[in-house]
């Protein structure tokens, strides 16, 4: 693949706007080749990082930036909410019994799961949390 497909949204934080997001990323993952079980997987842990933000970022809108090339599918999204790193929360022990386990931390070890690499960083204001999803 030698095109690189790029898009940018700049959503409400509401959970209307998942379907958007989702639209755009799985037609740019289709275009770049990528198979349906990648794209779903990248879809499935959009969906958790951006129910986040709508739940706990307390603001009214959030970027997301959408990039294929050959390296594979990067997924940024960027809020100007209270700063937030998820990547501190430290794994729940999915070994334990429900009742045993501390509530919390599922769905950004879904995500974890879900992608090959996830990054967060604060820049200045903004919470910035990139992942990316490799072909295959």
């Known amino acids: 693949m030698s095109d690189i497909i790029q898009q940018t949204l700049t959503v409400e934080t509401s959970r209307e ?4 997001i989702q639209d755009v990323l799985e037609m740019a993952m289709a275009a770049g080749h990528f198979d349906a079980d990648s794209i779903l997987q990248a879809a499935l842990a959009a969906e958790e990082v ?17 990039t294929v090339d050959e390296d594979g599918a990067r997924i940024v999204f960027i809020d100007e909410g209270k ?6 929360i430290p ?3 999915v070994e334990a019994s429900g009742h045993e386990r501390t509530p919390g931390g599922l769905g950004i070890f879904m995500v974890k799961n879900l992608v090959n690499t996830l990054d967060y960083r604060r820049d200045g204001n903004r919470n910035i949390l990139t992942m990316t999803k490799h072909r295959g």
């Open 17 to 20: 706007e998942l379907e958007t």
């Open 50 to 66: 951006f129910v986040n933000i709508c739940n706990y970022a307390e603001v009214e809108s959030a970027e997301v930036d959408i």
């Open 83 to 88: 700063e937030y790193n998820p990547l501190t």
């Open 91 to 93: 794994d729940p022990d």
